[in-house]
Every structure is written in structure tokens, then in C-alpha cells.
């Protein structure tokens, strides 16, 4: 049974600064004490009904919360940070869009044993964005068929730049040395995320985290039942 999802704040009335996202939960919050927190990350152009179909696949010892993302698109769909057609974005926008996420998700983690992330696509984005904040909040990520964000695009392919917002923006330092646990799936054939954010992911994922990586053969952008038998393996085994 699914709680209710809280209603979404109207533009007109709402200050300046972030805002409470729209989200689904998997408990109501009366039942929610002494479970972990895994927030779910949708991807481009869809919502938080997108990914909850994979929720009864995952270990019951998880509250989910699946989040909105707080911009709508022209042709229906939510996404965290506007993209143009080379799968660029405003770096002031993406920054924007990790603030207000990490500003609720950090509301969130005093009320559970443990928080960690998953993210699909742009999700996986948001997920990584949010670590190399704080890599000490989070038990664990997982990606699906997604990237990291690259902050000095004068280096390698992504958004931002050496001298923009992103400029200092991430704590890869602390990341390094925290070493989380994090999981990457993807198929090497993936025909959505263009190979300058593979190549630019599994370079930065090598240099900070404890990764485990696997390939699946014909999920395309996707998320198949191994892949997802996996990733409960890895929830199971990681966070206890």
C-alpha cells in the first residue's frame, strides 16, 4: 500500500529558495521507522510513477521515496535541469536542481537508519551529484544506463566549466577518500548516453569510488530483470 503523494506546491505561492518535491512513498510515515531510505531518481521526460514498478523487486528492508522532478516539460514529463540537443544544460540550472534535491534529501535522513540513492539516466546524475557533496551521508549509490556530471567540460565532455557555477562545486576529495560503494549498470549498446559522459563516468568512477560495475547485453536505455536482480543483491548485501 502506498501512501498518498503530497500535493505539489503552487508556483504563484511559493517562496523563493527550495520547495518540498512532489513524491511517492512506498509506507505511510507512521510505519517508516527503523528502515533504510532509498530515494529513486527518474530520468528525462518521465515522473515518480516511472521507476516504482521495480520497488517490489528491492529488499523490504528499504522505505522508498520516489521524487519528482521539479521542472515540466512542453510535450508532458518532468526533468531535474533543462537539455539541449548535444545533451548539454545551463550549469546554473543543473546546480539549482542538486541544491534543492540535496536540501530535502538531507531533511529526510534524520528520520532512518541509513539513506542511499538510485537514479536512472539523468537520475543517476542527480544521485552522483548529490555524493560528491556529502559521500558520508549516503550507504550506497546505484546508476542505471546513466553518467556523471562533469564540471570542467574544458577537460572532458559534460556541463559546466572550469570557471562556471560547477567550478568547485562537487568535494571530489572527500569522495576519494571516503571510497563509497556504488553501483553501475549499463549496456555497452545504451543508444541515449553519448560515449564523451561514458568515457568521462567510468574515468571519475575509477579515481573516487568503490564501483561495481556490470554490462547488460540488449536492455538498450533501460533496466532489465537481471540487471535488477543484481541491484537488490547489491542493496542487500551493502546496507544492513
Request: overall charge negative; some cysteine.
Amino acid at each position: 500500500m502506498t501512501e498518498p503523494q503530497n500535493p505539489a506546491p503552487s508556483p504563484a505561492s511559493t517562496p523563493a529558495g527550495p520547495t518540498e518535491p512532489f513524491v511517492r512513498w512506498s509506507r505511510p510515515e507512521a510505519e517508516r521507522a527503523g528502515t533504510h531510505l532509498l530515494v529513486i531518481l527518474h530520468g528525462y521526460g518521465a515522473d515518480e510513477n516511472d521507476l516504482f514498478g521495480i520497488v517490489p523487486e528491492l529488499p523490504e528492508k528499504f522505505t522508498f521515496a520516489s521524487v519528482r522532478a521539479p521542472l515540466v516539460m512542453d510535450h508532458g514529463g518532468y526533468t531535474w535541469f533543462p537539455l539541449n540537443a548535444q545533451m548539454g544544460s545551463d550549469p546554473l540550472a543543473v546546480r539549482a536542481a542538486i541544491e534543492d534535491l540535496q536540501w530535502w534529501v538531507a531533511a529526510q535522513r534524520p528520520h532512518f537508519e541509513s539513506t542511499s540513492l538510485l537514479g536512472f539516466s539523468m537520475g543517476m546524475a542527480m544521485a552522483t551529484s548529490l555524493l560528491r557533496l556529502d559521500p558520508e551521508a549516503y550507504a550506497c549509490i546505484v546508476g542505471l544506463s546513466g553518467f556523471a556530471i562533469d564540471p570542467d567540460p574544458a577537460q572532458g565532455a559534460g556541463v559546466g566549466a572550469g570557471t562556471g557555477p560547477l567550478a568547485g562545486f562537487f568535494d571530489d576529495e572527500a569522495v576519494k577518500a571516503a571510497r563509497p560503494k556504488v553501483f553501475w549498470g549499463r549496456d555497452q549498446a545504451d543508444p541515449v548516453i553519448t560515449q564523451d559522459k561514458v568515457e568521462y563516468t567510468h574515468a571519475w568512477m575509477n579515481a573516487h569510488v568503490d564501483m561495481t560495475k556490470v554490462l547488460y547485453a540488449g536492455i538498450g536505455h533501460g533496466i532489465g530483470p537481471q540487471e535488477l536482480r543484481h541491484v537488490g543483491e547489491f542493496l542487500d548485501y551493502t546496507v544492513k
